[in-house]
């Protein structure tokens, strides 16, 4: 249920664009045609009693408390499934009116006696409220037959369902189905017997519900409830601020009492989620306050030492000494540094600047180096921004979809939900991956084609794909003429129609018969609307770069960029992904992705930073670890990342963290990268911070802190004290003043300020004296770069083949309930769905090897030995396993090699060559990191004892 600034109109905006007009309550209002008169009501201030609807979801009428007089109708209509009229008089409140609601409201309390006093979730229950404004306090059909001892399912870790609480409404079921699209509540038995059940009439979490909270948001009693809500009370204080995970950057209400968070309430005016939330986002926040913090800062000399406890001073003087001392024997080039994907826009900045400014070299880079990298790269040639092309709400005007190496359910799973309503729309589907991945077959929705090609093959099948547009004459040549490179165009069109491109020629490399290829390359060339949506399984591999142009080469060649509905959209996988690349973060560009070397801007720069810049690009994180272990790169600082576990190649990773003088972490908590570390900075959780985060559609939107930063220091401020002891003089009040600064050095920002986020509520970039509020649809008209370029994208097999060694292919992905590394997730209850990476194996592949469901088994490449448990299902094809990275001692990234993308450097972690066998023992590697993890957890143990100050 909602209940902080947002009155609840009761049904969805109609979206259509004629309007009527009518009278309500001698009031004339004007609204879109297809209004609910509940709707048009509350648009002039009168809140018609409702129990049943709620304006997320389409109205319903089953609880007859909306009722209306209509002049010159008969009865009494419910508002909320009565549409507006011309010149209808409608009258809200009459005699009768309120005797009828009293009369539905006293049935309801005979069931559910107004014991709000002692509920834990009084102030919070719709039908508390009306029955207040109803005037009801008793009933006179009480005590009649009810459910009070009906039984709770507590089985999910986040929300009890309380079917005695429970007035049958029906939003909760509505609410799965339209919002959330999972469909795994129904309304068991009739009448007076019906009950609300989850699947098969199973606890939930024996359901298919996959925890998003979407039928808790709907349910206006205490029949669906948070438990921290349960245990906590009201909350007494709430901010609106954006969720610290994924790249859909959904808005909250966070709620406290006396400073502690009470729960995440989605945000219904929130531009990337409208209300809806998953079960990260919504409920695993936990580890914000879990034990394993670390809020004292702390040094060593040696990572064999134990760590010492020091104050801020002491850490960051420390620091600062030893940067500089490794500066004064090495050079200025022996240190650098990486910013966070996960970190504010504003701390971001704030780190580049300070490498730039006071390490005097321009070493600094981002995670996006080990994800979207090739985006950047790619989109930039062709089309001249390194960012998707549209918002999210775009999706709903789009008539053929292809997801192409991205999982949305699980990765992405709020905008899932938005893609999935589409789907049952009517809109078309294509998915291109190894895996089947849920999207191919959920209620309601299969995809039209499937296209299960082999790992590594991507650029050939997009070739393919092309090959069909182009020789059957699906391009769309005036939209050509008018808006690419004719050149280019002409030279990619000679390339793609080449026979050894079709996709007979192609069928033997990527394993997707003819027929398929062929299919889905006609439905998406003559969609009225063709949106492509791409995620790591586009980007991770050698020819990562490559691949995102072979799609915005696609995209251009059939008219589908440039408006709402199509577009070629990337799924950035961290809350900030997107913005800690528009800061700057990596070593040849500025903020902006304006290149170092261009002098006017450095000149920009380095007026305002009053500091010469260095014109040569620096060292990318694999550069950084390979100078590492050539002994000629010895310091650096770390914020919010922790490429020990989530760089490929792990072994390689701690070998050259191990080989450096200083490594500098900031974090949460001591992760796999920190057990390397000198020196350790208590980072500061989003929720006890200011600034500003960027998702996947380019929106900025704003991180508001709710409690105080455990460690007393928000991140940024670490930063500057760091760059002031290094004697480069930084100085903020606040993060706003941070944004001010890239708003004067960054033009696609030069209109954006936290009181403009403030007013619009999010911001999409490019925002400035041409898009004062932002820029929903990029490309509009013609190209960022002007004339799009199309670039002829050569299929070259990645170095990594199978042999008789290692004859199947690994490739990885992530999971609904854990995010990334898991430092976050592993620490909350959604443990609960999942504790430990598994191995997808086919069927196939697993009897050859002797292989059952839950046998341990190790997985061998040229990099490394890992061992985890099998999982034998169809999802994957044979020849083809599948895990993920989310449990350190897992090792995933053991296994993974040092290949990468040509361009970016991107590492290819969708293809290895692994054999896999049974096994009853972990790996050596997984016994050394055992040891490892146990020696440093008991060298942190000394350290709970003096207390840090300022
Ligand atoms: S939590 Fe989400 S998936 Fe589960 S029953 Fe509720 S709405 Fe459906
Ligand atoms: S659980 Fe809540 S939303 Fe679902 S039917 Fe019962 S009262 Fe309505
Ligand atoms: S979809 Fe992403 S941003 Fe939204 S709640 Fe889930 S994890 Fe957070
Ligand atoms: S709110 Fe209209 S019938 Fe329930």
Same mark, same amino acid.
């Given at each position: 249920?909602?209940?902080?600034?947002?009155?609840?109109?009761?049904?969805?905006?109609?979206?259509?664009?004629?309007?009527?007009?009518?009278?309500?309550?001698?009031?004339?209002?004007?609204?879109?045609?297809?209004?609910?008169?509940?709707?048009?009501?509350?648009?002039?201030?009168?809140?018609?009693?409702?129990?049943?609807?709620?304006?997320?979801?389409?109205?319903?009428?089953? =609880?007859?408390? /909306?009722?209306?007089?209509? !002049?010159?109708?008969?009865?009494?209509?419910?508002?909320?499934? #009565? @549409?507006? %009229?011309?010149?209808?008089?409608?009258?809200?409140?009459?005699?009768?009116?309120?005797?009828?609601?009293?009369?539905?409201?006293?049935?309801?309390?005979?069931?559910?006696?107004?014991?709000?006093?002692?509920?834990?979730?009084?102030?919070?229950?719709?039908?508390?409220?009306?029955?207040?404004?109803?005037?009801?306090?008793?009933?006179?059909?009480?005590?009649?037959?009810?459910?009070?001892?009906?039984?709770?399912?507590?089985?999910?870790?986040?929300?009890?369902?309380?079917?005695?609480?429970?007035?049958?409404?029906?939003?909760?079921?509505?609410?799965?189905?339209?919002?959330?699209?999972?469909?795994?509540?129904?309304?068991?038995?009739?009448?007076?017997?019906?009950?609300?059940?989850?699947?098969?009439?199973?606890?939930?979490?024996?359901?298919? =519900?996959?925890? /998003?909270?979407?039928?808790? !948001?709907?349910?206006?009693?205490?029949?669906?409830?948070?438990? #921290? @809500?349960? %245990?906590?009370?009201?909350?007494?204080?709430?901010?609106?601020?954006?969720?610290?995970?994924?790249?859909?950057?959904?808005?909250?209400?966070?709620?406290?009492?006396?400073?502690?968070?009470?729960?995440?309430?989605?945000?219904?005016?929130?531009?990337?989620?409208?209300?809806?939330?998953?079960?990260?986002?919504?409920?695993?926040?936990?580890?914000?306050?879990?034990?394993?913090?670390?809020?004292?800062?702390?040094?060593?000399?040696?990572?064999?030492?134990?760590?010492?406890?020091?104050?801020?001073?002491?850490?960051?003087?420390?620091?600062?000494?030893?940067?500089?001392?490794?500066?004064?024997?090495?050079?200025?080039?022996?240190?650098?540094?990486?910013?966070?994907?996960?970190?504010?826009?504003?701390?971001?900045?704030?780190?580049?600047?300070?490498?730039?400014?006071?390490?005097?070299?321009?070493?600094?880079?981002?995670?996006?180096?080990?994800?979207?990298?090739?985006?950047?790269?790619?989109?930039?040639?062709?089309?001249?921004?390194?960012?998707?092309?549209?918002?999210?709400?775009?999706?709903?005007?789009?008539?053929?979809?292809?997801?192409?190496?991205?999982?949305?359910?699980?990765?992405?799973?709020?905008?899932?939900?938005?893609?999935?309503?589409?789907?049952?729309?009517?809109?078309?589907?294509?998915?291109?991956?190894?895996?089947?991945?849920?999207?191919?077959?959920?209620?309601?929705?299969?995809?039209?084609?499937?296209?299960?090609?082999?790992?590594?093959?991507?650029?050939?099948?997009?070739?393919?794909?092309?090959?069909?547009?182009?020789?059957?004459?699906?391009?769309?040549?005036?939209?050509?003429?008018?808006?690419?490179?004719?050149?280019?165009?002409?030279?990619?069109?000679?390339?793609?129609?080449?026979?050894?491109?079709?996709?007979?020629?192609?069928?033997?490399?990527?394993?997707?018969?003819?027929?398929?290829?062929?299919?889905?390359?006609?439905?998406?060339?003559?969609?009225?609307?063709?949106?492509?949506?791409?995620?790591?399984?586009?980007?991770?591999?050698?020819?990562?770069?490559?691949?995102?142009?072979?799609?915005?080469?696609?995209?251009?060649?059939?008219?589908?960029?440039?408006?709402?509905?199509?577009?070629?959209?990337?799924?950035?996988?961290?809350?900030?992904?997107?913005?800690?690349?528009?800061?700057?973060?990596?070593?040849?560009?500025?903020?902006?992705?304006?290149?170092?070397?261009?002098?006017?801007?450095?000149?920009?720069?380095?007026?305002?930073?009053?500091?010469?810049?260095?014109?040569?690009?620096?060292?990318?994180?694999?550069?950084?670890?390979?100078?590492?272990?050539?002994?000629?790169?010895?310091?650096?600082?770390?914020?919010?990342?922790?490429?020990?576990?989530?760089?490929?190649?792990?072994?390689?990773?701690?070998?050259?963290?191990?080989?450096?003088?200083?490594?500098?972490?900031?974090?949460?908590?001591?992760?796999?990268?920190?057990?390397?570390?000198?020196?350790?900075?208590?980072?500061?959780?989003?929720?006890?911070?200011?600034?500003?985060?960027?998702?996947?559609?380019?929106?900025?939107?704003?991180?508001?802190?709710?409690?105080?930063?455990?460690?007393?220091?928000?991140?940024?401020?670490?930063?500057?004290?760091?760059?002031?002891?290094?004697?480069?003089?930084?100085?903020?009040?606040?993060?706003?003043?941070?944004?001010?600064?890239?708003?004067?050095?960054?033009?696609?920002?030069?209109?954006?300020?936290?009181?403009?986020?403030?007013?619009?509520?999010?911001?999409?970039?490019?925002?400035?004296?041409?898009?004062?509020?932002?820029?929903?649809?990029?490309?509009?008209?013609?190209?960022?770069?002007?004339?799009?370029?199309?670039?002829?994208?050569?299929?070259?097999?990645?170095?990594?083949?199978?042999?008789?060694?290692?004859?199947?292919?690994?490739?990885?992905?992530?999971?609904?309930?854990?995010?990334?590394?898991?430092?976050?997730?592993?620490?909350?209850?959604?443990?609960?769905?999942?504790?430990?990476?598994?191995?997808?194996?086919?069927?196939?592949?697993?009897?050859?090897?002797?292989?059952?469901?839950?046998?341990?088994?190790?997985?061998?490449?040229?990099?490394?030995?890992?061992?985890?448990?099998?999982?034998?299902?169809?999802?994957?094809?044979?020849?083809?396993?599948?895990?993920?990275?989310?449990?350190?001692?897992?090792?995933?990234?053991?296994?993974?090699?040092?290949?990468?993308?040509?361009?970016?450097?991107?590492?290819?972690?969708?293809?290895?060559?692994?054999?896999?066998?049974?096994?009853?023992?972990?790996?050596?590697?997984?016994?050394?990191?055992?040891?490892?993890?146990?020696?440093?957890?008991?060298?942190?143990?000394?350290?709970?004892?003096?207390?840090?100050?300022?």
């Amino acid at each position: 249920m909602y209940s902080i600034d947002h009155v609840d109109a009761g049904t969805p905006v109609s979206p259509a664009t004629t309007l009527v007009t009518l009278e309500i309550d001698g009031v004339t209002v004007t609204v879109p045609d297809g209004t609910s008169i509940m709707r048009a009501a509350s648009q002039v201030g009168r809140q018609i009693p409702k129990l049943c609807a709620t304006d997320t979801l389409k109205s319903f009428g089953s =609880c007859r408390l /909306c009722l209306v007089e209509i !002049e010159g109708r008969r009865g009494f209509p419910a508002s909320c499934t #009565t @549409l507006v %009229a011309e010149g209808l008089k409608v009258r809200t409140d009459s005699e009768k009116l309120h005797a009828l609601r009293k009369n539905v409201l006293e049935l309801y309390v005979s069931d559910h006696p107004l014991v709000c006093e002692t509920c834990g979730a009084n102030g919070h229950c719709e039908l508390q409220n009306m029955a207040e404004v109803v005037g009801v306090t008793d009933s006179r059909y009480a005590p009649g037959a009810n459910h009070l001892s009906a039984p709770k399912d507590e089985s999910n870790p986040y929300f009890t369902f309380d079917q005695s609480m429970c007035i049958a409404c029906s939003r909760c079921i509505r609410a799965c189905d339209e919002v959330q699209g999972t469909f795994a509540l129904t309304m068991h038995g009739r009448g007076f017997a019906s009950k609300v059940a989850a699947s098969q009439n199973e606890p939930f979490m024996e359901s298919e =519900c996959v925890s /998003c909270g979407a039928c808790v !948001e709907a349910c206006p009693t205490v029949a669906l409830t948070e438990k #921290t @809500l349960l %245990a906590t009370g009201t909350a007494d204080k709430a901010a609106t601020t954006t969720c610290a995970y994924c790249g859909v950057g959904c808005s909250f209400k966070a709620e406290t009492r006396d400073g502690e968070l009470v729960r995440m309430v989605p945000n219904r005016n929130g531009h990337a989620n409208h209300g809806h939330a998953c079960v990260k986002g919504r409920f695993a926040v936990g580890y914000a306050t879990h034990q394993d913090r670390i809020t004292t800062p702390m040094i060593r000399a040696s990572i064999d030492d134990p760590w010492q406890q020091v104050t801020w001073d002491e850490a960051i003087s420390h620091a600062a000494r030893e940067l500089k001392r490794i500066q004064d024997k090495y050079g200025r080039y022996s240190i650098g540094g990486v910013t966070s994907s996960r970190c504010t826009n504003e701390e971001t900045f704030l780190v580049q600047k300070m490498i730039r400014a006071a390490f005097g070299n321009n070493n600094v880079d981002t995670c996006a180096r080990v994800c979207h990298s090739p985006t950047g790269y790619g989109l930039k040639s062709t089309i001249g921004e390194s960012a998707g092309t549209q918002r999210f709400d775009s999706v709903m005007k789009a008539d053929v979809i292809i997801i192409v190496g991205a999982n949305p359910t699980d990765g992405h799973p709020v905008f899932a939900s938005q893609m999935k309503r589409r789907l049952r729309e009517g809109a078309k589907l294509i998915v291109a991956d190894p895996r089947q991945i849920a999207l191919v077959r959920t209620p309601h929705i299969k995809a039209t084609h499937h296209l299960q090609l082999r790992p590594g093959t991507n650029v050939a099948l997009f070739n393919s794909l092309a090959h069909v547009v182009v020789t059957e004459g699906l391009t769309k040549d005036t939209y050509i003429a008018d808006r690419c490179e004719a050149d280019s165009f002409e030279k990619w069109k000679t390339f793609v129609s080449g026979e050894r491109n079709s996709p007979e020629a192609m069928q033997a490399v990527t394993g997707v018969p003819t027929a398929e290829v062929r299919a889905a390359a006609r439905l998406y060339a003559s969609a009225g609307n063709g949106a492509i949506y791409y995620g790591l399984g586009v980007t991770e591999h050698s020819q990562g770069t490559t691949m995102v142009m072979a799609i915005a080469n696609l995209a251009m060649a059939t008219g589908n960029l440039g408006r709402e509905g199509v577009g070629v959209n990337p799924l950035r996988g961290q809350n900030n992904v997107q913005g800690s690349c528009d800061m700057g973060s990596f070593p040849h560009e500025f903020s902006g992705y304006r290149h170092v070397s261009d002098p006017a801007v450095r000149g920009m720069f380095e007026r305002e930073w009053a500091v010469t810049l260095e014109p040569e690009p620096g060292l990318r994180i694999p550069n950084m670890f390979e100078a590492a272990l050539d002994g000629s790169f010895k310091g650096m600082y770390i914020q919010g990342e922790d490429p020990a576990q989530s760089d490929p190649d792990t072994q390689h990773v701690t070998a050259a963290l191990a080989s450096m003088e200083c490594v500098i972490v900031q974090d949460l908590f001591l992760t796999e990268t920190a057990k390397y570390a000198h020196v350790f900075f208590p980072g500061a959780s989003f929720l006890e911070k200011d600034g500003t985060f960027t998702n996947a559609e380019r929106r900025i939107s704003r991180v508001r802190k709710i409690m105080e930063p455990r460690a007393q220091l928000a991140d940024w401020e670490v930063t500057m004290r760091l760059a002031n002891a290094l004697g480069y003089p930084m100085h903020y009040d606040h993060p706003s003043e941070i944004m001010d600064e890239i708003a004067r050095l960054t033009p696609t920002f030069t209109g954006v300020s936290f009181d403009k986020i403030d007013q619009l509520g999010s911001i999409q970039w490019p925002c400035n004296d041409a898009a004062p509020e932002g820029t929903p649809t990029m490309h509009v008209g013609q190209f960022v770069r002007g004339k799009g370029k199309f670039f002829a994208t050569e299929y070259v097999p990645t170095k990594e083949r199978t042999t008789r060694k290692y004859p199947l292919i690994l490739t990885t992905g992530r999971i609904l309930t854990q995010y990334n590394v898991g430092a976050q997730t592993r620490r909350t209850n959604n443990v609960a769905w999942a504790s430990e990476d598994v191995l997808e194996i086919h069927p196939a592949d697993a009897e050859v090897r002797g292989i059952k469901d839950g046998d341990w088994v190790g997985i061998m490449s040229r990099a490394g030995e890992i061992v985890l448990r099998a999982d034998v299902t169809e999802r994957v094809r044979p020849g083809v396993v599948y895990t993920t990275f989310h449990f350190p001692e897992s090792g995933a990234n053991v296994v993974t090699t040092e290949n990468s993308d040509w361009a970016t450097n991107c590492p290819e972690y969708k293809v290895t060559a692994v054999e896999v066998m049974q096994v009853n023992q972990p790996s050596e590697w997984q016994k050394r990191f055992r040891a490892f993890t146990e020696q440093q957890l008991g060298l942190l143990k000394p350290r709970r004892q003096p207390v840090a100050t300022r």
